[in-house]
């Protein structure tokens, strides 16, 4: 498993056996480190990136979603929304929770901030039926959509979501600005 220091941040990429590997692992960290940086994570921290494929998601997707079926994109965040710094659209409430460290670690380490799960096996089929983008119409490459996966999953650890509508058009106005970069 790759380690990638990019300072501040550390990111750990794990690819599972048999997944195409569409984006090296310096460009998927990269890519994660632009959208800790565009969200203002803490830092230094870590982050994982797990490359898998649809049999895992769909695993993961019942098991920690309650959802039937793959998905492209899982976020396990490790600490709370209200530990970043807020954003447009973002629910005011989730900025009176209190702020407290999930753990408390040794002197000198880094937190860890969560986990990104990616179905690289959906990311490359979503590009060549030209299903990408989220909203599910846009033509790209693989690469292309891969990189939105992993911008959006970060995102996600970073207190974003797209549940209520102006939080969601902040968060594709930031993900299409970060995928311009």
């Known amino acids: ?5 990019l300072t501040p941040w550390r990111i750990d990429v794990a690819v599972r056996p048999g997944v195409p590997r569409v984006l090296p ?3 998927v960290a990269r890519t994660v480190v632009q959208a800790l940086a565009a969200a203002h994570a803490p830092s230094p921290a870590s982050v994982g990136v797990i490359l898998s494929d649809d049999g895992e998601l769909t695993a993961l997707n019942r ?3 309650a959802k039937d079926g793959p998905t492209d994109v899982l976020s396990f965040p490790l600490l709370p929304p209200a530990d970043f ?3 447009a659209g973002q629910d005011p409430a989730l ?3 209190e702020r407290r460290p999930a753990f408390v670690l040794p002197p000198g380490r880094r937190p860890h901030l969560g986990e990104i799960v990616v179905s690289v096996e959906r990311s490359i ?3 060549d039926k030209g299903r990408g983008g989220q909203t599910g119409d846009v033509r790209w ?3 292309e959509e891969l990189r939105l996966l992993l911008t959006h999953g970060t995102l996600h650890l970073c207190g974003w979501d797209h549940r209520a509508p102006d939080e969601e058009t902040a968060m594709r106005t930031l993900e299409r600005r970060l995928l311009r970069a």
Not at 1 to 5: L, Q, S
């Open 25 to 27: 692992a310096r460009a």
């Open 95 to 97: 900025r009176r929770r």
């Open 141 to 143: 490459s693989a690469v």
């Open 1 to 5: 498993m790759p380690i990638i220091y």
């Open 63 to 65: 098991s920690a979603m």
């Open 125 to 127: 089929e979503q590009a």
């Open 85 to 87: 710094p807020p954003h």
